[in-house]
């Protein structure tokens, strides 16, 4: 009984590695869904409804139904292991909001670009964004219902991504595919990590 109290004694509590992940693409994609899908929290939202005069410069073809829109920013945790809890920043669609973006992308580990088949192209800003900038990234096709469904290739051409970008399908309402998106996203930006550190020398 003595050895058992002392083991348990000497037990720590791990202390979680924690990560920084976006979650971005173009307006109406599905990101404060995703995030609050997969949180383990109550996510931290900062909608506000759109309004006639919003609706100048808010393309809501495709999305009609839309009546809010994040100005600045989602917010969720998710503990994949008990080591390892990822922060999650949902970033605003819009481009007269982009002006945030560097500011949430500072110690990222990696991004997830949410896709929309109906509106590919919403999701360029984004893709040319993390590229530029260096950050490993995903691309997870949202399989909104009625929207043509497409082989990764297929989006990978029309995105003209690297090869070793991953493209999943994915639905950002669904807890366990969003999390799948999630696990690979980490995988992406450790594996690339790995890869670019320079060879230790002796």
């Known amino acids: 009984m003595a050895f058992g109290r002392s083991s ?3 037990q720590r509590p791990v202390e979680p590695i924690t990560l920084k992940i976006l979650v971005a693409g173009g307006f109406g994609v599905g990101k404060t869904t995703a995030v609050g899908a997969v949180s383990e ?21 495709g999305v009609e139904s839309k009546t809010t829109t994040t100005v600045a920013m989602d917010f969720g945790r998710i503990t994949l292991r008990e080591d390892l809890v990822l922060y999650l920043f949902g970033t605003p669609g ?19 670009v949410l896709a929309d088949t109906r509106r590919l192209e919403d999701c360029f800003a984004a893709v040319d964004y993390f590229e530029r900038r260096r950050i490993p990234f ?8 009625g929207a043509g469904r497409f082989p990764a290739q297929t ?18 309402r669904d807890r366990a595919s969003v999390r799948d998106v999630l696990v690979a996203v980490v995988e992406h930006a450790l594996e690339r990590a790995a890869r670019d550190r320079p060879p230790v020398t002796t």
Do not use: H, S, Y
């Open 8 to 10: 348990r004694a000497k």
């Open 41 to 61: 929290i109550r996510p931290l939202r900062t909608e506000e409804r759109l309004t006639e005069a919003g609706r100048p410069v808010d393309d809501l073809a």
């Open 94 to 112: 819009q481009d007269r909001f982009w002006f945030l973006w560097d500011e949430l992308a500072q110690g990222a580990l990696g991004a997830v």
């Open 138 to 145: 995903t691309v997870a096709v949202n399989c909104f219902e």
């Open 155 to 172: 989006v990978r051409a029309a995105l003209d991504l690297d090869p070793g970008v991953p493209v999943l399908l994915c639905d950002a």
